[in-house]
């Protein structure tokens, strides 16, 4: 826990807003919404971070509407998935303010995800090899093309 200590606030704030910002476009974002979500949730534990309330979500879920948490970290603010106590303990805030912006901020993904990964103290699990299954169609015949000796070999008959 020492070792997090070491890095600033406004820091970890930019590495949030850049893996926020790499996860809306992510073709598999739910690693970077994770490690988002665990930092966020350990700030507001250290009391380094504040809910402010909760805002409709902007993409409901199988058309039924739902709140997200907003949280304030340094001069950043996110969404996380709110708890039961913040919906007995926060104000609803109605819909999203889309005028307000996060500050422009310039970081490596990479960067924010070391910031972050030492943070909250997160290993990444050893390389899994990922089982990729060759396509194999009942209608496939392979080609013969390119199968044939080149150049051809001379038969004398």
Known sequence: MAQHETVSIQDLAKAIYTVNRHAKTALEPQHLYFIKKETINRLLKEQKAKKIGLHFSEHPKLSNQHST????????????????????????????????????????????KKIIYQYIDYREPKEKKKKTKKYTSTYYTPSSLGKMEWPPKKTFR
């Not at 109605?94 to 310039?106: A, E, V, W």
Request: glycine share 2%; hydrophobic share 35%.
């Open 69 to 112: 948490l907003l949280v304030q970290v340094d001069d950043y603010f996110f969404h996380i998935p709110p708890t039961k106590e913040d919906f007995q303990e926060l104000k609803h805030l109605g819909s999203l303010d889309h005028n307000f912006r996060n500050p422009q901020t310039k970081m490596s993904l990479a960067q924010a």
